[in-house]
């Protein structure tokens, strides 16, 4: 299929541990335990909590302006992806919720139970992030203190339990992990897509023979290249093909200049010491992603310009300062933001999962700068935005 025949799906995120105007953190990598993000990250224009009203005001903003689903993270450092996004369903009317789940803290038929639920009363908006979890002192607040490739190992295991539960009932497994014995879900489910992501050697077969949809961060794209080699050449040992994501942030705005100058006033309101517990944090990480992220600065964590943080054209890796995982944005106007998309859709990468501070003001920016460029290009094909008319934005 060519690139013209493939269209991009846009996705957004749900910031269920808060947002501000300015860069929030926690996430992948950064342990709660090293602050409190409540405390921390109340920016100079205030922090934003996750409550039900704020984020029911997100994910009505992302329906309205054209974007098919929302990212619900998962973890210590946030509200429950499930509750949240179930509360969420009567919200919206044709938003899809992207839910991240750890797959070592439930039994895999109570997951394709929950799953078929959740289909059921969204009328078929589930998608399903499966998250094996790359932090010790993350995964024992779980109770899970297994090491890291017996827990790709058990997700293997349970991920085929799921499937098996959805398309093979009554089914019977007896694995090293899990066992179930005529597993069936009530009224059958129309399967969700599994998003799966995962930059270690143990993570690539799980991701090629269970997941529909392959994630990366926001990474230059020679590597993003690489790492797709890898997963079509894993995915086709097993008779399969995936599809391509990338998990990124997004800042753009009329001009280059004005993007660049609200990315360094993003980083001249980090205070030092927070910057410093944070990549603390993150250098002692097991995830390979989240040190392929900390790896695009060399090492560094003290900068005076944020072009400085640029490591390939309009990729800027400041948000990985004090945000885990996804530590990357798309830094530019409109035009380079689309032009850099349209170069990872060369590559395949065929969805988007988009975020900006804060994310109800960085959606219409989006939606409004970016959208209809990407529309042009023949990229995509989306809902018209039913957005408001164009507002004044805030300067840097």
Same mark, same amino acid.
Not at 53 to 64: F, G, I
Not at 111 to 121: P, S, V
Not at 154 to 172: I, M, Y
């Given at each position: 299929?060519?690139?013209?025949?493939?269209?991009?799906?846009?996705?957004?995120?749900?910031?269920?541990?808060?947002?501000?105007?300015?860069?929030?953190?926690?996430?992948?990598?950064?342990?709660?335990?090293?602050?409190?993000?409540?405390?921390?990250?109340?920016?100079?224009?205030?922090?934003?909590?996750?409550?039900?009203?704020?984020? @029911?005001?997100?994910?009505?903003? $992302?329906?309205? +302006?054209?974007?098919?689903?929302?990212?619900?993270?998962?973890?210590?450092?946030?509200?429950?992806?499930?509750?949240?996004?179930?509360?969420?369903?009567?919200?919206?009317?044709?938003?899809?919720?992207?839910?991240?789940?750890?797959?070592?803290?439930?039994?895999?038929?109570?997951?394709?139970?929950?799953?078929?639920?959740?289909?059921?009363?969204?009328?078929?908006?589930?998608?399903?992030?499966?998250?094996?979890?790359?932090?010790?002192?993350?995964?024992?607040?779980?109770?899970?203190?297994?090491?890291?490739?017996?827990?790709?190992?058990?997700?293997?295991?349970?991920?085929?339990?799921?499937?098996?539960?959805?398309?093979? @009932?009554?089914?019977?497994?007896?694995?090293?992990?899990?066992?179930? $014995?005529? #597993?069936?879900?009530?009224?059958?489910?129309?399967?969700?897509?599994?998003?799966?992501?995962?930059?270690?050697?143990?993570?690539?077969?799980?991701?090629?023979?269970?997941?529909?949809?392959?994630?990366?961060?926001?990474?230059?794209? @020679?590597?993003?290249?690489?790492?797709?080699?890898?997963?079509?050449?894993? #995915?086709?040992?097993?008779?399969?093909?995936?599809?391509?994501?990338?998990?990124?942030?997004?800042?753009?705005?009329?001009?280059?200049?004005?993007?660049?100058?609200?990315? *360094?006033?993003?980083?001249?309101?980090?205070?030092?010491?927070?910057?410093?517990?944070?990549?603390?944090?993150?250098?002692?990480?097991?995830?390979?992603?989240? *040190?392929?992220?900390?790896?695009?600065?060399?090492?560094?964590?003290?900068?005076?310009? @944020?072009?400085?943080?640029?490591?390939?054209?309009?990729?800027?890796?400041?948000?990985?300062?004090?945000?885990?995982?996804?530590?990357?944005?798309?830094?530019?106007?409109?035009?380079?933001?689309?032009?850099?998309?349209?170069?990872?859709?060369?590559?395949?990468?065929?969805?988007?999962?988009?975020?900006?501070?804060?994310?109800?003001?960085?959606?219409?920016?989006?939606?409004?700068?970016?959208?209809? +460029?990407?529309?042009?290009?023949?990229?995509?094909?989306?809902?018209?935005?039913?957005?408001?008319?164009?507002?004044?934005?805030?300067?840097?």
């Amino acid at each position: 299929m060519s690139d013209r025949q493939r269209q991009l799906r846009l996705h957004w995120f749900l910031p269920t541990s808060g947002d501000s105007r300015s860069l929030v953190g926690a996430g992948q990598g950064v342990p709660t335990d090293v602050r409190d993000v409540r405390e921390t990250f109340r920016g100079p224009d205030g922090f934003r909590e996750p409550s039900i009203d704020y984020l @029911a005001q997100v994910a009505r903003t $992302a329906e309205q +302006l054209g974007f098919e689903g929302v990212l619900t993270p998962t973890g210590t450092f946030c509200e429950d992806a499930w509750l949240t996004t179930a509360a969420l369903i009567r919200e919206t009317s044709r938003l899809k919720f992207l839910v991240a789940f750890r797959p070592g803290v439930v039994n895999p038929v109570l997951a394709a139970q929950m799953a078929a639920t959740y289909q059921r009363i969204s009328g078929g908006r589930l998608m399903l992030n499966v998250v094996t979890g790359g932090e010790p002192t993350e995964q024992a607040r779980f109770g899970d203190t297994d090491p890291k490739d017996v827990r790709y190992a058990r997700t293997e295991e349970f991920l085929s339990v799921v499937r098996g539960t959805w398309q093979d @009932a009554p089914f019977d497994f007896e694995g090293d992990y899990f066992r179930a $014995a005529g #597993a069936l879900v009530s009224g059958g489910i129309t399967p969700p897509d599994v998003y799966f992501g995962g930059s270690s050697g143990p993570a690539g077969p799980v991701a090629a023979k269970h997941a529909d949809v392959y994630l990366t961060w926001g990474e230059p794209p @020679a590597l993003v290249r690489e790492k797709i080699a890898w997963m079509r050449g894993l #995915a086709a040992a097993q008779g399969r093909t995936l599809r391509f994501g990338l998990r990124i942030h997004t800042l753009s705005r009329d001009t280059s200049e004005d993007a660049w100058q609200h990315a *360094q006033w993003l980083l001249d309101t980090l205070d030092p010491a927070t910057v410093a517990a944070a990549q603390r944090a993150l250098s002692a990480s097991e995830s390979t992603g989240q *040190q392929r992220m900390t790896a695009l600065r060399g090492g560094r964590t003290s900068y005076s310009s @944020a072009r400085e943080l640029e490591v390939a054209p309009n990729l800027w890796s400041g948000v990985g300062l004090v945000r885990g995982g996804a530590g990357t944005a798309l830094v530019g106007s409109h035009e380079e933001v689309a032009e850099r998309i349209e170069e990872y859709h060369h590559l395949g990468i065929d969805e988007l999962i988009l975020s900006g501070y804060p994310h109800v003001e960085e959606a219409y920016s989006f939606a409004e700068g970016v959208m209809p +460029l990407l529309r042009r290009r023949g990229l995509w094909d989306g809902p018209q935005p039913a957005s408001e008319p164009r507002r004044e934005r805030r300067s840097a």
